[in-house]
């Protein structure tokens, strides 16, 4: 199987079903017209294919500062430092990797706009599907050169960890536009932030164990809280009143 190939469809399957699942009820049938604008949409999920590959691949490069090689000679196990663990992973790099997104949602298009909340979500997902084909590409080449077969419970997990992946960038991106709709700046940021903070330190068991589902029965109920969180609240009170009362009064009209 080719690596790239597989990693497309686990990374995009559910990146792109979260763009339209977050977006569709602010489009026709649900709305007049549309409340964003298709092009932008797009547009952003390219950007952020753009900024996932290379942020991914710079976070590689990274990766020997938390990770401890095994040395028999000097009795050194392989393994994981957790004081370079915490302030790498679970530190430096969501701060990088949403600092991007709130450098891109921050230009003058996008500031003082409600349907930015909306281009958030595009952007995230873009970042989240073109990091899943990183971690793809990273577990099969691993395994290709262990002479191993990957068994299907680490297929599925890996299926389900992108899940959480594109909820938990889909979230960050939202609430990164909706800071830069309401013109908040850096105080929106850091809010954004500490959902991304949270889901790396669950990754730790993984790392540490190489067994996926030991952080899935942990990421995957606390990313889709917040995606949930994102959903029901950030998209919804991110419309202008009179945008939030007409959708109501639409609502009303359909389900009699």
Not at 25 to 30: E, N
Not at 51 to 59: A, D, Q
Not at 71 to 88: H, Q, R, S, T
Not at 92 to 114: S, T, W
Request: glycine share 10%; aromatic share 16%; net charge neutral.
């Amino acid at each position: 199987m080719n690596p790239v190939y597989v990693g497309g469809i686990i990374g995009f399957g559910p990146a792109l079903f979260l763009i339209w699942f977050s977006l569709r009820k602010y489009s026709y049938p649900f709305v007049k017209g549309s409340l964003f604008e298709d092009r932008r949409v797009f547009f952003l999920l390219a950007v952020g294919m753009v900024i996932g590959t290379f942020v991914f691949t710079f976070e590689q490069f990274l990766a020997p500062l938390y990770l401890v090689s095994a040395d028999a000679e000097a009795g050194i196990e392989e393994g994981i430092d957790l004081f370079m663990f915490i302030l790498i992973f679970v530190l430096a790099f969501p701060i990088l990797e949403d600092m991007a997104k709130y450098i891109v949602l921050n230009f003058r298009g996008y500031q003082g706009r409600f349907d930015s909340t909306f281009y958030g979500i595009s952007l995230g997902a873009g970042y989240a599907a073109t990091a899943m084909i990183g971690y793809v590409l990273i577990l099969m080449t691993r395994a290709k050169e262990d002479g191993a077969s990957i068994p299907p419970e680490t297929w599925l997990g890996i299926m389900l960890f992108s899940v959480c992946t594109a909820f938990i960038h889909c979230s960050v991106g939202a609430n990164i536009g909706n800071a830069t709709g309401r013109m908040k700046g850096m105080k929106g940021f850091f809010g954004a932030v500490i959902p991304h903070f949270i889901f790396n330190l669950l990754l730790f068991p993984w790392l540490v164990t190489n067994q996926i589902w030991l952080s899935i029965i942990f990421v995957l109920p606390v990313s889709a809280l917040v995606y949930h969180g994102a959903y029901t609240h950030t998209l919804p009170e991110c419309l202008p009143p009179e945008v939030q009362k007409e959708i109501r009064r639409d609502s009303r009209r359909r389900a009699k």
